[in-house]
């Protein structure tokens, strides 16, 4: 079983930037696939990013396309973290934040159903 807990979220004024934190327990989870959705109110939870570990090579992460440039995904293994920083927020980056875990190391996967292990989510609120 897998556990995951996120934080780091809250109320932020556009231009500005968080770091959300998720935390998993329950099994190592450094080979697994960790990725970060979010969803709106009255829309449905989207991808946002997501970073998996290639062994020896090192980590690959893989984003939404509205997430590119302004959103980055990092990972500590040694301490089961994930983490998403977020810079110039704009309202409409408004969301629940969800931390996600895979099954397996895969890459490129984008869709709610792959990943079967959630947090609870964090809010974070952009005001104009």
């Known amino acids: 079983q897998v556990q995951l807990v996120e934080s780091g979220g809250g109320l932020v004024q556009a231009g500005g930037s968080l770091r959300l934190s998720c935390a998993a327990s329950?099994?190592?989870?450094?080979?697994?696939?960790m990725g970060w959705f979010r969803q709106a109110p009255g829309k449905e939870r989207e991808f946002v990013a997501a970073?998996?570990?290639?062994?020896?090579?090192?980590?690959?992460?893989w984003y939404a396309d509205s997430a590119k440039g302004r959103f980055t995904i990092s990972r500590d293994n040694a301490k089961n973290m994930v983490y998403l920083q977020i810079n110039s927020l704009k309202p409409e980056d408004t969301a629940v934040y969800y931390c996600?875990?895979?099954?397996?190391?895969?890459?490129?996967?984008?869709?709610?159903?792959?990943?079967?292990?959630w947090g609870q989510g964090t809010q974070v609120t952009v005001s104009a």
């Open positions: 329950g099994r190592t989870l450094s080979s697994t696939a």
């Open positions: 970073i998996t570990w290639r062994g020896g090579i090192g980590y690959y992460a």
């Open positions: 996600a875990a895979a099954d397996g190391a895969y890459e490129n996967k984008r869709t709610v159903n792959e990943y079967p292990y």
